[in-house]
């Protein structure tokens, strides 16, 4: 049996970018710390966008550029970097259908027994991939560290958190 550590879109333009916030830069040594002290394996997701982002559905709903590929925005925090062993899952959208095909495959190899999420935002991409995650995988346990997460408000953090719990999904350390 195996547990998973999920780092959801640990990247500049979250942090103190684009959309960054003083919540999230907050957390950066939380994550370090959790993901060090993680004996199991550890995937790191990224939220990628093209130069058309405003083209998309996403740019005219969310019109702030952020985490275009190859931008200093897209990288994961430096804070973080020396701790990626795989590549990064590189996800369009919030939820990754990539990450739900790898734990299909990463759970017939070898049963996961949980899989917790970290990293940002609580309220946008955490909540989507964990719930991804429960319909991929709705026998493993599925948890979020609320001290390793932001939201894109201390407000929308929490109503995720609450959301997700409805969903059987453990919240820990809120």
Partial sequence: MQELLIVVDM????????????????IVGKVREKILGFSGRVLFTRDTHEENYMDTQEGRKLPVPHCIRGTKGWEITDALADLVTDAPIDKPTFGSAALGALLLDANAADPISRITLIGLCTDICV???????????????????????????????????AAMKMCQITVENE
């Fill in 127 to 161: 909540i989507s991939n964990a719930m991804l995650c429960k319909a991929f995988l709705p026998e493993v346990e599925i948890a979020v560290d609320a001290a390793c997460c932001a939201g894109v408000t201390v407000e929308s953090h929490r109503g995720a958190l």
């Fill in 11 to 26: 990247q500049n333009d979250f942090i103190d970018g684009a959309l960054g916030t003083a919540e999230a830069v907050a």
